[in-house]
Every structure is written in C-alpha cells, then in structure tokens.
C-alpha cells in the first residue's frame, strides 16, 4: 500500500476503484503463488466506504481478513507509512549496498 501514493478518501467512486486496482496488481504480485487477493469498493449508509478483501488461499475463501475503512485511513500506522513517501521509489530500482 504504502508503494502507492495516499488514497484520498473524498475521491468519487471511479478514483477510489482505480485506486484499489492498482493496489490488487501489487499485493498479488507480492503474495505466494497460491494467495490471491481481490479488493473491491462498498459504500455503506453514512456516506462513506469500506474496502472489502477477499482472500483465497488454494482456491479456498479466507474470511479472516476485515474490510478496511474509514478508521483505518485516519489511523496513525496509516498515516505514519504514508509519510514516508515510499510511492516515490515506486518505480525505481532498488539496490542493497554492504
């Protein structure tokens, strides 16, 4: 997530899914072969949203992961990996020096 710049939660609906796109191709390019994640938008009735992950492990659903919402986005972990700006490096090599 943090390879992405900040997801601004005020964004209309077609913002925010493209948003969620772009972090799915990541997580799964991320995860072991038999993982795989899909992200997907839900509003819910007090005008805000919540990011429902699906998980399937061997083809099989994985219900322990919760929705992401509005409490998340505002967190302090969130924020904190954000302000690193780790997007910016998104698409540059990376090399480990001794």
Same mark, same amino acid.
């Given at each position: 997530?943090?390879?992405?710049?900040?997801?601004?939660?005020?964004? %209309?609906? &077609? !913002?925010?899914? /493209?948003?969620?796109?772009?972090?799915?191709?990541? !997580?799964?390019?991320?995860? $072991?072969?038999?993982?795989?994640? /899909?992200?997907?938008? *839900? $509003?819910? @009735? /007090?005008?805000?949203? *919540? +990011? =429902? !992950?699906?998980?399937? !492990?061997?083809? +099989?659903?994985? &219900?322990? =992961?919760? $929705?992401?919402?509005?409490?998340?986005?505002? %967190?302090? &972990?969130?924020? #904190?990996?954000?302000?690193?700006?780790? #997007?910016?490096?998104?698409? @540059?090599?990376?090399? +480990?020096?001794?």
């Amino acid at each position: 997530m943090c390879l992405l710049p900040p997801l601004d939660t005020s964004k %209309s609906k &077609i !913002v925010i899914s /493209d948003y969620l796109s772009k972090l799915t191709d990541l !997580v799964n390019i991320n995860t $072991p072969i038999n993982c795989s994640y /899909d992200l997907s938008y *839900q $509003p819910l @009735e /007090d005008n805000s949203f *919540q +990011i =429902v !992950v699906n998980k399937k !492990v061997n083809g +099989i659903p994985d &219900i322990s =992961v919760l $929705p992401l919402n509005k409490k998340f986005f505002s %967190s302090k &972990i969130y924020n #904190h990996l954000m302000s690193l700006n780790l #997007h910016k490096y998104s698409n @540059e090599t990376l090399t +480990i020096k001794k």
